[in-house]
């Protein structure tokens, strides 16, 4: 059926058209069952409709010519539409969530091809076609336009057919909230082109600086106004709620993406060296041969970055600054002891706490006469086989095939330990890893595929980062990227950490580590906690086996044995920490041969004291040992809470933890986080790899 939908002014209309078609809609007459129908899709060709247009210049009316299905005859709801075309933009770039239930008039088509404007805009700046993006969004915003030129009798107060004022504020907010969000996505594709386009000579950070001046800051003021205009905006009774909600979080994350650019821009220009060359020490840390604050120092570089640009970067073996230096330092703690008589840099890492390891390591470095750096960077060696999976193989010139990021750990350390090298650089081709590394970051398609590889390391501590700058540490900090562990002495709530160093000599890398831990809090308010921890070393005649192949597949074939054992053929010797709240009372101990295997020592850096076990376990073998304890306090009041807190030490890895409460005499009134499962009887439990420091918050109240 052949539709035309008058929309004009009551006193207009009869001058206009003397005699009303049959197939004139009124509006008037539209009840509500047909405006419930309208809410279904109208199957219309837009290329067609746009021809079919016809648009009269007298205020207040548009000619709309169309196929609709009788079925499908309505208004339709307008805001809705525009609404749609927004959200579709920022909630998924390009995936149409919903389009409108009918397309009544010109201002609503326009404001589709607008949606595919932005849609294309988006496919095409996700894609990387350079350049492409802005015309699209040039055009969309054009679009915009026009819609709220065609539909501006929509948002006058007179309107006859839309009478609340509420809702043609909401219009009005919507479209102005489009047409924004498409030069929000002109900034962005400025903003990607400058990052595609960095100069080859000059400074980086200037680059930086004039595209975030240019480009990102006005789009986070354009996202800031997007906001404020969207908390106006009422769609409540259009049977959109959910999904507005949904759009508004996503936007919400979005902002929040620009508010941490307008944070770190100076802290990040200065780590670049904007004003000032900045040095950094490099700590290469083999988390295989674990430390109180990461792995063992077996490397180190010294990077200087000047003006956004890697200005040197010199590598080093730790042996050659620590043999130079002839002075006597005491070792600060009791696991370094049973390695040697003296403290060296090599050693520096003996904190859990990074800003603390960052300046004992700085100091040691100062001390035996390197030279003054700004910053200190820990990479650990799991992390380094995290991005070279993330970056691909690389082509070391002693090395007859590319190296993976499977046999990385693998075949460096057998060569670095065998001296294969020489006895004189036994860690030359270390140096060769990280030129062949650099090299290939000269590539942009690198830096994209490394960021989330970087970012998520950093979470789980294997990359570690400090500054003196109290700028830029605050920053650090305020993100949650400074690995610093609380002053455990004055922490409220429950918690524990683990932390062990290998004491043996030998490589570690088949380690895994199992933390249960349970608490029951009893009818009068007592908590009393029981720690179960399950390690075990996995070396087996396989792995040694596996060992062997892989490196002869890079040429390496002289294993003897007491290169097999160092490579972890050989019980495994860990002094480990375990650190409960203060004053705790120990009821029990199973699974270690007495009670006395467990020295109580003190921690003066956190002010707190710790339980210390030296523990052997072979190759095939599993240990496990639990204790029991009363904490110092209780739950005494309705609605108290019970908190909890586990904290993860630098560079240990394979590490699951399960956390169970159970409170029979008490209802569980909330948790925090939720629980990752279910199980009868006990009110809470989270379980998973340990990755990072984690907590929970338990509000309970008297059964």
Known sequence: MTLRMDIGEEADKNQDMPEISKHVLSLK???KPKKEKARENVSLDLKDLKEEIKFKKERGRICIVGELPRSKQGLGRAPIIVSAVLMIFVLNFGQLIFLGKSRGNEALALAGEAFLSLQTA???????????????????????????????????QNSNWLSEPAKVHSLRNLIESGKLMSEVGQHMGNVRAAFDQFP??????????????????????????????LDEVDISGTGYEADFDGYRDKLNSLSEIFDLWLAAKEPLLTVLGDKLPQHYLILLQNNDEIRPGGGFIGSYAVAMFNDGRLADLEFKDVYEIDNLYNGFLEIPVPEIRELTDNWRFRDSNVYADFPTTANSAMNLFDIQGGPGVDGVIAINLSAAQAMLGAIGPLEIPSLPKALTAEAFPAVTSTMVEAKSTGETTPKAIVGELIDAFVAKLESPIQHAALGATLLNEINKKQILFYHKDDLVQDFIASVGMDAAIPQLGTLDGDFFMLNATNIGGHKSPYMTNDINHHTEILSDGSIVNSLTLTRSNNFTEHTLAWLKNITAEYGFTSWHEGLEKLQGNAADRTALRLYVPEGVQILNVFGSNH??????????????????????IAPGETQSFTMQYVLPWSISDDFESYDFHIFKQPGLKAINYRKTVTAPHHILLSSEPLATESQEETDYIKSGPLKGDESIKLLYRSN
């Not at 000579?201 to 404020?228: C, M, V, W, Y």
């Open 595 to 616: 009670r006395d295997d467990f020295q109580l020592y003190y921690d003066p850096e956190n002010d707190i004291s710790y339980y210390y076990l030296d523990q052997i």
């Open 122 to 156: 988006s496919e095409s700046f996700v894609s990387g076609e350079p350049g492409s993006e802005s015309i699209l969004f040039s055009q969309a915003e054009s679009l915009f336009n026009a819609a709220e030129e065609k539909g501006s009798f929509l948002l006058s």
């Open 200 to 229: 080859e000579e000059g400074s980086i950070t200037e680059h930086l600086r004039k595209a975030s001046e240019d480009d990102l800051e006005p789009a986070a003021a354009k996202f800031k106004r997007i906001n404020q205009l």
């Open 29 to 31: 007459k539209v009840d």
